[in-house]
């Protein structure tokens, strides 16, 4: 009410303004109100606009305000549902390489080795399936399902990656991963959780230099601030929608197997023990 008394009593002192103008220079009446039209006309067009930015936004806010309550939720702790083989999960067969059996052993912990390193609002969750997605055709790999608090945000796969594949004749250090993760309502998450997120991927499955710990690990910052950098251009630049968020990484996984090696030497399987969980417990 008080907002509305103020335009009026601004109408009313603009509009002294304009008639003691007129007076003291002799403007014509008729242009005096061809001015009059065309301030309210800019003030209405003004007005409009405004109100329907206004109204946009409680659209939008509306159509996602079951998914941040979700985002905003208990966390879900996850049930993982390993695949006991390759073939029991579903891949083809005929298609099972040594490799795609050497990776399905080395990330048979993986879901659990994130969900200890991550921030507690996410929860990795393996899948009983193996027939990843490929671009020319079915894969062969460990798929997940990622959450954050009650918010199933998307999915995330490992397969064989595009480095040196472990074969008959190769060395048991030369193998690759490929993690490839898909996030929907990524602008939604803390920029912290998000980058912890990718960062512990980049750390996991990116080379590792043991004898140089801290560049490797400036190294993973880097990229994922890089990677949400990105993201968020796209945000801005297509504010319409909220885009999808891809993520990929492939490298040869050198923490990911040291932290498993710790594992088996201890004695330890975080599936039996956590429930492929986490445990803030430092073994």
């Not at 595009?162 to 490839?180: N, P, T």
């Not at 993973?220 to 801005?236: F, I, K, N, S, Y």
Request: charged share 25%.
């Amino acid at each position: 009410m008080i907002k509305r008394i103020g335009i009026y009593v601004a109408i009313a002192a603009a509009w002294g303004l304009v008639y003691a103008a007129k007076e003291h220079f002799g403007i014509p009446d008729v242009w005096v109100w061809i001015g009059l039209i065309a301030m309210i006309g800019a003030l209405t067009s003004f007005n409009f606009e405004s109100r329907l930015q206004e109204v946009e936004a409680r659209v939008v806010r509306k159509d996602y305000a079951g998914i941040i309550e979700q985002l905003e939720g208990q966390r879900h702790k996850p049930q993982q549902k390993q695949p006991n083989s390759l073939a029991a999960g579903g891949a083809i067969v005929s298609w099972i390489r040594p490799e795609h059996e050497v990776l399905f052993e080395d990330f048979r912990w993986f879901a659990a080795v994130l969900n200890q390193h991550l921030p507690d609002p996410w929860a990795i969750e393996e899948l009983p399936r193996t027939d990843a997605r490929g671009y020319e055709g079915p894969e062969i790999g460990r798929m997940y399902e990622v959450w954050y608090n009650a918010c199933k945000v998307g999915r995330m796969q490992v397969t064989v990656g595009s480095g040196l594949l472990l074969r008959q004749d190769k060395s048991e250090d030369e193998r690759a991963a490929r993690v490839e993760l898909t996030l929907n309502y990524l602008r939604f998450i803390p920029y912290q959780d998000a980058r912890a997120l990718l960062y512990e991927l980049h750390l996991m499955i990116g080379p590792f230099d043991f004898n140089d710990a801290v560049s490797s690990r400036s190294r993973a910052g880097a990229l994922a601030a890089d990677e949400l950098g990105g993201h968020l251009w796209e945000c801005v630049r297509n504010s319409d929608f909220d885009p999808i968020f891809d993520f990929l990484v492939d490298g040869r996984y050198d923490l990911l197997r040291h932290q498993v090696e710790h594992w088996k030497k201890h004695n330890i399987d975080p599936m039996a023990k956590w429930g492929g969980d986490r445990d803030r417990v430092t073994e």
